[in-house]
């Protein structure tokens, strides 16, 4: 995984060791950094992380928990909600969660975001994406992949307009189901696959694939964010699928 | 008819100049399929008065054109004979010699590790090359859909349900299942894996699994029985070996093994790690036994042995790379 040095100091008050030291840090004693670049004013760590630890590492937050074990630097996650404004008002409003196997989805978590303007993210935002190795789209688009690369969780983001009935539905897609995927690809569905659907259709396989129907455009105005946890083996043999 | 092919044979033989000619007409006229041999195999059809007779003339023609050929050939070898005695042969001079077959230098690799190991109280073992997914990995800590199973890309003989083994390891299993501890082997042997090449991979290529097992066995005496290999193979006093943390689902802890080469340089060389309880498990062990295991590439080894730079040299089978070894 490619792991940004600045982002990684963000979480620390103390200044990190440069980054070919900090590199051998975690090479001696948690994975292999098989390479270190500049990259504008940041450098990449890209660090091989082995199964074992994906878990609990394969994010910026995982590598600094690391990195403060290590040197037992005191290590701060970043309190977002002093950054945040929340309504009083109930996601659960706007939107109907409906889990039909807990076994499949332990937990599913959604919130709303209303009067969004979709546009391009702020620079710095931009920046991390890139030098993370993705592509900056909109900015709600990049914030899910932003929040993704800092905590491991992946994150979802749709038009809460575009679905019908006000209801989300976590089940098994039914066989003869079709979806087509944000980057326009046809998947053909069957019992073997977990999908997010409306009343109607399945808009999202859950954990591999969003779908294009609900996705946020340049009309959208009202989001709604997933955050997921989804049985590990479905969505394995889904994404070979 | 009989007579008719005895002229034409006659006239054949005397204008015969070479053995070679011959010989064809030895076959075209009193060979399998001679134009003679199939007026005699014809005489079988004639009535029992007509067989005697025909069968008489034919098979007196038959003689003579023998004995033509036979005292034609006896003139023409004399005639080769005078030819050949104005070429000089030193029959005293000594033969060519039979060119000799020699070692692919990864076999010479593979027994100069059988050997450093032997010296060290380990056997030998050699094990299946098709390997089925229990062994491969089931019993290795490998469960299925976990995505450790990414680590290897695998061959799968789909309709038999079997699998090209990836790694040596799935003999650590079999061993252990009908072995007790205190145990020492390894296992040299070839392995495969679904991937593309390039100079430092190829889709089969050698391994060498080290397993030893005892009550108290240690990761100080894996670096010991390591670094000791190294100093003879490489033949040096002077070889340093460090170990870095890694993952190996069969092992906990794993590592990788690292060696400090002459230009100062660390070099990634081999996968260790202490055996994982939960192989122990399946191979039956119920008392509390601790040991390590290892994998190392003999090709890797070979390429830095003979500074080879491509791996895929070695089952190239091109005469100008082999014969150097």
């Known amino acids: 995984m490619k792991i940004s040095y600045n982002w990684l100091q963000s979480f620390f008050e103390k200044k990190l060791p440069v980054p070919n030291k900090l590199a051998d840090l975690l090479t001696f004693h948690s994975f292999e950094v098989e390479e270190i670049k500049k990259c504008d004013q940041d450098w990449i760590l890209d660090i091989d992380i082995l199964p074992n630890r994906a878990h609990d590492c394969l994010s910026h937050q995982g590598i600094a928990r690391e ?18 404004k929340e309504s009083k008002e109930l996601a659960s409003k706007v939107i109907d969660i409906e889990i039909e196997d807990k076994n499949l989805c332990p937990r599913y978590t959604s919130r709303v975001v209303v009067d969004v303007k979709i546009g391009p993210s702020p620079k710095w935002i931009q920046e991390r994406l890139i030098t993370c190795g993705l592509k900056p789209i909109s900015n709600v688009v990049d914030i899910a992949n932003y929040v993704m690369l800092e905590t491991g969780q992946p994150m979802h983001a749709f038009d809460a307009d575009k679905i019908k009935g006000n209801k989300l539905i976590v089940r098994r897609a039914k066989k003869g189901e079709k979806m087509v995927s944000l980057d326009d690809e046809k998947y053909d569905l069957d019992e073997n696959i977990l999908v997010i659907a409306d009343e109607k259709d399945p808009v999202c396989i859950a954990g591999i694939k969003g779908g294009i129907n609900p996705g946020i455009d340049e009309k959208t105005k009202r989001i709604i964010l997933e955050a997921a946890n989804f049985n590990p083996l479905v969505i394995r043999q889904g994404s070979k699928k | ?11 054949e033989i005397n204008q015969a100049n070479d053995l070679k000619k011959l010989e064809e007409i030895y076959r075209i006229y009193i060979g399998r399929k001679g134009k003679l041999t199939k007026v005699l195999r014809s005489l079988k059809d004639l009535s029992e008065k007509e067989k005697k007779e025909k069968g008489k003339i034919a098979n007196q023609i038959k003689q003579e054109i023998k004995q033509m050929i036979k005292d034609k050939e006896q003139k023409l070898f004399a005639k080769k004979d005078v030819n050949d005695k104005k070429e000089w042969i030193d029959i005293t001079a000594p033969g060519i010699k039979v060119p000799q077959g020699h070692l692919h230098p990864i076999t010479l690799v593979q027994r100069q590790v059988e050997d450093i190991f032997q010296s060290m109280g380990f056997s030998v073992l050699d094990g299946p090359e098709v390997e089925t997914e229990h062994y491969n990995f089931d019993a290795l800590n490998v469960p299925k859909d976990h995505p450790a199973r990414d680590m290897w890309d695998t061959f799968w003989l789909k309709d038999l349900d079997l699998l090209l083994r990836t790694h040596t390891s799935p003999m650590q ?25 390039d100079s430092t991979h190829d889709v089969q290529f050698n391994q060498f699994e ?15 029985i390591i670094e000791e290999f190294f100093k003879q193979f490489f033949n040096s006093s002077d070889i340093k070996v460090r170990l870095r943390p890694s993952y190996f689902p069969f092992v906990e802890p794993g590592f990788e093994v690292d060696i400090k080469r002459k230009d100062g340089n660390w070099l990634e060389i081999m996968g260790a790690g202490m055996v994982h309880p939960n192989v122990f498990k399946t191979a039956g062990y119920i008392k509390e036994w601790q040991g390590f295991a290892f994998g190392m590439g003999i090709d890797r080894l070979a390429m830095i042995k003979y500074q080879i730079d491509d791996i895929r040299l070695f089952y190239k089978n091109d005469l100008r790379f082999l014969k150097q070894f």
């Open chain 1, 67 to 84: 990195i403060s074990a290590l040197l037992k630097y005191p290590f701060k996650l970043i309190n977002y909600k002093k950054k945040i």
């Open chain 2, 210 to 224: 080290g397993l030893m097992v005892g009550e108290n066995i240690s990761v100080s005496n894996f670096k010991a």
């Open chain 2, 1 to 11: 008819m009989s007579n008719q092919i005895k002229q034409k044979a006659i006239e």
């Open chain 2, 173 to 197: 299993a079999r061993y252990m299942e009908k072995n007790n501890p205190p145990l020492r082997i390894i296992i040299p042997g070839r392995c495969f894996r679904y991937e593309a090449t």
